[in-house]
């Protein structure tokens, strides 16, 4: 079994940014994607950014140009830093590895963007 463990998540004033990280409880052979998901009360999980094990990324449109996803396959580690934050931003945020075994989720970091 495999857990993921998120850090990083706080309360930060509108513009300003924050750096998640999402590490894996044991090393993994192979992952192949690494992704960011977020859930804002009342709506829906929704994908931030992804990246394969190739480094092709994927934003979502309200954060591209804000936010950058990366990986580090030797710690079995992603990250995704995001700037000029949004009160829009404010969501819990879920790290989501997908590997042969299976699709595995960290137990969430709250992001809180004041105005």
């Known amino acids: 079994q495999v857990q993921l463990v998120e850090s990083g998540g706080g309360v930060v004033q509108a513009g300003g940014s924050l750096r998640l990280s999402c590490a894996a409880s044991?090393?993994?052979?192979?992952?192949?994607?690494m992704g960011w998901y977020r859930q804002a009360p009342g709506k829906q999980r929704e994908l931030v950014s992804d990246?394969?094990?190739?480094?092709?990324?994927r934003y979502a449109d309200s954060v591209k140009g804000r936010f950058t996803i990366s990986r580090d396959n030797a710690k079995n580690t992603v990250y995704l830093q995001m700037n000029s934050l949004k009160p829009e931003d404010t969501a819990v945020y879920y790290c989501?590895?997908?590997?042969?075994?299976?699709?595995?989720w960290g137990q969430g970091t709250q992001v809180t963007v004041s105005s």
């Open positions: 989501n590895f997908i590997i042969v075994s299976g699709n595995y």
């Open positions: 044991r090393s993994i052979f192979s992952i192949n994607t």
């Open positions: 990246i394969s094990s190739g480094g092709s990324t």
